[in-house]
């Protein structure tokens, strides 16, 4: 009896202990969980749960300690499933946000284009309906309670902006279409200043436009609302778009870290020819943005027209290396070649162009390189160019005839002429006086050639020649007339331009078009 009684004290011990064990071990996987679920882990918070259950299961837990972990398992479950779903939501939200900033870049780059338009406006349609959001049925509540619950609802009031804009042009100023989704951005968003806004644009109120954008108001506004501003002004109030350009100045410093912004005054200002300013504001959403290549092809566009001419190559190889099969960094790359001389490496990559796409509109300037490399004839460039239309397209059959390296391969009396006869019948005002002075100078009419130049300091858009190589072909031009100190000048001039652009590697410039009016300067000079 007494052996029996003392081994029923001794399990009756070993029992409480291993119970006890069962619950730190219990607690410890719990608190962990907890822990877990607060940090805004879920799963692993759910992994805990399951292992405080196991524990529960398999050291002999009371019915009270069962049920207690069996309900926190639950609970941890439905918080993933919960976490899931927000997760899920987030990533219709992003991409929702993401669609509409890039529709909003797209709409920006082709003003005025109303067939782009039309398929913009299904763009924008079918951005919503992948959202889950029918804005265009009969009941469009459950669609605002889903923007609503989100939290997402000026951003998007902020794109419906924008679609309003698109769709004033596609359907008209009194389409129902058109009202139904003012009615929803100010149902999102009723601030009173973005209100004030919106009702302005809607009746085309100038004088609030213009009270909204003046530099004391335009802080008040978010970028959003700037950039819905300036396309409304830029685009049915062309008079006033020097006040567009006052507005970028003061909202990219107001806003650095806004992409859009960034991007569409990098265009404006590209556009107007103010290249510091542009390249300054391309290299800003590049930041913003650094895989974005087509911002980083923009960043490349705006070195060339500055005439850096070998960073914008690193930028287009930089673009090419990031999507090789991509054709427009090839296309860009072979145009920045040939001014740099490489006619061969402006081949190969215009080539490898064409293989991945055959782009109509590029054909023009394959034919011309061709023509560079030997592989088109001159009858062939003719051919071309007599059933041309488009002016740049003109431009680029017509300078390699005035001024190829090979003397053999120009025809500067048939350029001239051309040139000529087709400034009387369309507009070639950007570049024409170009080509008629360097064919004036192929031809030795130096009096001729100076008069084309004569007042001309701003270099064509159409990037034709280096604008480096303005100054050299001046200095020739003047050189040759015996106006000796003009002519020295601008080589100076050109000089102190060269070693800036050069500078570290001047190797790479030695077959540019720059060099070669360089060679031709200093060869006027020594006589």
């Not at 730190?24 to 805990?48: H, V």
Request: hydrophobic share 40%; proline share 4%; charged share 30%.
């Amino acid at each position: 009896m007494l052996l029996g009684g003392g081994g029923f004290f001794y399990v009756n011990r070993e029992r409480s202990q291993r119970i006890e064990q069962t619950r730190i071990a219990f607690e410890s996987a719990q608190g962990e969980a907890i822990e877990l679920g607060r940090a805004g882990k879920p799963a692993e918070a759910l992994l805990a749960a399951r292992r405080a259950l196991q524990v529960a299961e398999t050291g002999g837990a009371d019915a009270a300690m069962l049920e207690r972990a069996k309900n926190f398992v639950a609970q941890a479950e439905t918080e993933v499933t919960a976490a899931e779903r927000e997760r899920a939501l987030r990533e219709q939200d992003a991409t929702l946000l993401a669609r509409l900033v890039d529709l909003r870049l797209r709409q920006m780059e082709h003003l005025g284009d109303l067939e782009f338009e039309r398929g913009l406006d299904g763009e924008y349609t079918r951005a919503f309906h992948d959202y889950g959001a029918d804005l265009e049925g009969e009941d469009a509540v459950p669609a605002l309670k889903r923007i609503r619950e989100r939290s997402v609802g000026e951003q998007v009031a902020l794109g419906l902006d924008d679609w309003i804009r698109l769709r004033r042009r596609v359907h008209g100023a009194a389409s129902e279409k058109v009202e139904n989704l003012l009615f929803l951005a100010i149902d999102l968003d009723p601030d009173p200043e973005r209100t004030r806004l919106r009702e302005a644009i809607k009746d085309n109120d100038l004088a609030t436009m213009l009270d909204l954008a003046s530099p004391e108001k335009l802080g008040k506004l978010g970028p959003g609302s700037i950039f819905v501003l300036s396309a409304e002004l830029w685009d049915r109030h062309p008079k006033h778009r020097p006040d567009v350009y006052r507005m970028y100045d003061q909202a990219l410093q107001l806003y650095p870290g806004d992409y859009v912004l960034q991007y569409v005054g990098g265009n404006i200002y590209q556009d107007a020819g103010r290249f510091q300013a542009a390249l300054a504001a391309r290299h800003s959403a590049l930041s913003l943005r650094p895989s974005d290549m087509r911002t980083r092809l923009f960043v490349g566009q705006t070195q060339w027209s500055l005439g850096r001419l070998t960073e914008a190559e690193g930028v287009y190889r930089a673009c090419i290396a990031a999507l090789p099969a991509d054709p427009e960094p090839r296309y860009v790359l072979a145009l920045l070649l040939v001014q740099l001389g490489d006619h061969a490496g402006a081949y190969a990559s215009i080539a490898r162009s064409f293989e991945l796409h055959d782009t109509p509109e590029w054909k023009p300037d394959l034919l011309a390189i061709r023509y560079y490399v030997g592989q088109a004839s001159k009858e062939e460039l003719l051919r071309a160019l007599a059933t041309e239309t488009q002016p740049l397209a003109i431009a680029t059959y017509l300078y390699p005839l005035v001024d190829h390296p090979d003397p053999a391969k120009r025809d500067p009396e048939f350029a001239l002429k051309t040139v000529l006869e087709y400034s009387k019948v369309m507009d070639l005002s950007d570049w024409n006086y170009l080509v008629e002075a360097v064919a004036r100078y192929r031809l030795g009419d130096w009096a001729g050639a100076l008069a084309a130049v004569k007042g001309r300091f701003k270099a064509p858009d159409a990037l034709i020649l280096v604008p480096n190589a303005w100054d050299f072909l001046r200095s020739a031009i003047y050189g040759h007339l015996g106006r000796v100190d003009e002519a020295r000048d601008y080589y100076e001039r050109g000089m102190v331009e060269w070693k800036l652009q050069t500078g570290g590697n001047p190797g790479a410039w030695e077959r540019s078009d720059v060099m070669r009016w360089r060679r031709e300067a200093e060869s006027v000079l020594e006589k």
